[in-house]
């Protein structure tokens, strides 16, 4: 069992910056992939980052070159750098912890609350 919680979410201008937090509970963190992902009003839910357990990373394209994602498997914690922040950001922000399935498919077992993320002109 894996318990997440975000944090550092908030208003912020437009070209401004924010760094997520979200603090995982359990002894396997380094086994999970970690991601990052994102649900602005009336939209559905989607990627943001993927931190494999091996340490690599992937986002989508909307945040390339602008979101940074990292952990810190010592103490339980993976972060979402957000730099040049647009309107567009605007979401509840939510991690998730999983695994990789046979198929190759990713299986999150394991979400946060989110956290509310607000970009401003």
């Known amino acids: 069992q894996v318990q997440l919680v975000e944090s550092g979410g908030g208003l912020v201008q437009a070209g401004g910056s924010l760094r997520l937090s979200c603090a995982a509970s359990?002894?396997?963190?380094?086994?999970?992939?970690m991601g990052w992902f994102r649900q602005a009003p009336g939209k559905e839910r989607e990627f943001a980052a993927i931190?494999?357990?091996?340490?690599?990373?992937s986002y989508a394209d909307s945040v390339k070159g602008r979101f940074t994602i990292s952990r810190d498997n010592g103490k339980n914690m993976v972060y979402l750098q957000m730099n040049s922040l647009t309107p567009e950001d605007t979401a509840v922000y939510y991690c998730?912890?999983?695994?990789?399935?046979?198929?190759?498919?990713?299986?999150?077992?394991?979400w946060g609350q989110g956290t509310q993320v607000t970009v401003s002109l």
């Open positions: 998730a912890a999983g695994s990789r399935r046979v198929d190759g498919a990713i299986r999150y077992d394991y």
């Open positions: 359990g002894r396997t963190f380094s086994s999970y992939v």
């Open positions: 931190s494999w357990s091996g340490g690599s990373t």
